[in-house]
Structure formats: structure tokens, C-alpha cells
T-cell receptor, first 114, second 115 residues
Framework: DAGVIQSPRHEVTEMGQEVTLRCKPI?????LFWYRQTMMRGLELLIY????????DSGMPEDRFSAKMPNASFSTLKIQPSEPRDSAVYFC????????????FGQGTRLTVV | DQQVKQNSPSLSVQEGRISILNCDYT??????FLWYKKYPAEGPTFLIS?????DKNEDGRFTVFLNKSAKHLSLHIVPSQPGDSAVYFC??????????????FGKGTHLIIQP
């Protein structure tokens, strides 16, 4: 398996623009997580899905952020409109529920909003 | 307020010696703990974990110790090798599915192994 795949690896956009980050989880995993890493706050959980259903989105910072998982092999994290303070590395991770298991992370998307 | 704290942003250890990374937590509901390792420009990779029913878990050169009464865990790496130089994240989960319910991370400790 290729692991969790995120795209793009890097994104530079202007303030006010819409940004869409993409994630393909490991095949067979039924939990998917979006994390954000910043210097100030470290790694924060934004939202997670179980079987394509959002379970906990309490970490989503504002209404400008939204996430979808239309099927078991694809998820998006959208920021609209983007702001400079959204600049961070965004990680997607997936895992298998039904037991104690670790989450596997993608390589991340480095977002810069100018 | 941070529920998982790694108070040492960086740690420098000589090759061959023991590296000890520390982590404290405040949420009594946490029952599963993990350590992740992260190289620059890569995502975190799982290293080792421990359930709250244990106080020690060992995997090769890596051992994690859990002290529930002190709400403290530590990662021991012995002997330390140059390839161990990375950022180490402590993480915890309170869900019934262990790590599958989303993890709370510390801010990380940058371990530097000196030759």
C-alpha cells in the first residue's frame, strides 16, 4: 500500500482565495483524521470521520473551514476564504477502528497564505 | 490549556548513550499513549505505544514507561543512533477505540544525536 496520500504537497495562495486540500486514506481504514501543525500550537486535531461520517469537528477553528468525506477513499479539507493565519502544515491520517491501533499519517500539505 | 505537555523543546544526546524524552498529561481519561517520530518534510510515523493497563512496553531499542499516578510517561532510546535525530511527539487518546478516536499531541521534542 502507498500509505496515506495527500495533495498538493505545497500550496501558496493569496488571502481571500479558496483552498482545497485532498487526502486518500489507506485502503481498508475506516477512520480518517485531519490535523494542523503550527509552531505555536503544535499538532491539533481538526476533525475526524468514522465510516465517512464526521464524528467530531470541535477542532475546526472557524466556519471558514469545512471537511467532507464523500467515500471511503477520499476526503477534502476546504478553507474559504483563506487568511494568513491559516498558514500551517495540514496532515491527514487514517486508522482502522475496532481495536487499539495507531494512526498513519500522510506527508502533509504545507499551506502558505500571503 | 495543553492536555499533553512536552516541556523540553529540544534534547541533545551523544551517540551510544541513552535518550530520555518526557511527557506529562492532565486528562485522567486518557487511557492509551503513543510516541510518534517525525523527520523534516515528512508526516509523523508511529513508534511505540502503551495502554494504561501497563506500565512498560519495550520494542527493540525503544521503551516507553507510564506512571499513571504522576500522569507521566517517558520514552527511552538506548543506545541512541544518529538516525534517531528527529522530532518526537507524545500523543494520548481517551476514546474506546484507542488511537482511532483522534489523538491529542504534545508540541514535540527535537532530539539531536551527536556523534
Amino acid at each position: 500500500d502507498a500509505g496515506v496520500i495527500q495533495s498538493p504537497r505545497h500550496e501558496v495562495t493569496e488571502m481571500g482565495q479558496e483552498v482545497t486540500l485532498r487526502c486518500k486514506p489507506i485502503s481498508g481504514h475506516n477512520s480518517l483524521f485531519w490535523y494542523r501543525q503550527t509552531m505555536m500550537r503544535g499538532l491539533e486535531l481538526l476533525i475526524y470521520f468514522n465510516n465517512n461520517v464526521p464524528i467530531d469537528d470541535s477542532g475546526m477553528p472557524e466556519d471558514r473551514f469545512s471537511a467532507k468525506m464523500p467515500n471511503a477513499s477520499f476526503s477534502t479539507l476546504k478553507i474559504q476564504p483563506s487568511e494568513p493565519r491559516d498558514s500551517a502544515v495540514y496532515f491527514c491520517a487514517s486508522s482502522l477502528t475496532g481495536g487499539i491501533t495507531e494512526a498513519f499519517f500522510g506527508q502533509g500539505t504545507r499551506l502558505t497564505v500571503v | 490549556d495543553q492536555q499533553v505537555k512536552q516541556n523540553s523543546p529540544s534534547l541533545s544526546v551523544q551517540e551510544g548513550r541513552i535518550s530520555i524524552l518526557n511527557c506529562d498529561y492532565t486528562n485522567s481519561m486518557f487511557d492509551y499513549f503513543l510516541w510518534y517520530k517525525k523527520y523534516p518534510a515528512e508526516g509523523p510515523t508511529f513508534l511505540i505505544s502503551i495502554s494504561s493497563i501497563k506500565d512498560k512496553n519495550e520494542d527493540g531499542r525503544f521503551t516507553v514507561f507510564l506512571n499513571k499516578s504522576a500522569k507521566h510517561l517517558s520514552l527511552h532510546i538506548v543506545p541512541s543512533q544518529p538516525g534517531d535525530s528527529a522530532v518526537y511527539f507524545c500523543a494520548a487518546s481517551a476514546g474506546p477505540g484507542g488511537g482511532a478516536d483522534g489523538l491529542t499531541f504534545g508540541k514535540g521534542t527535537h532530539l539531536i544525536i551527536q556523534p
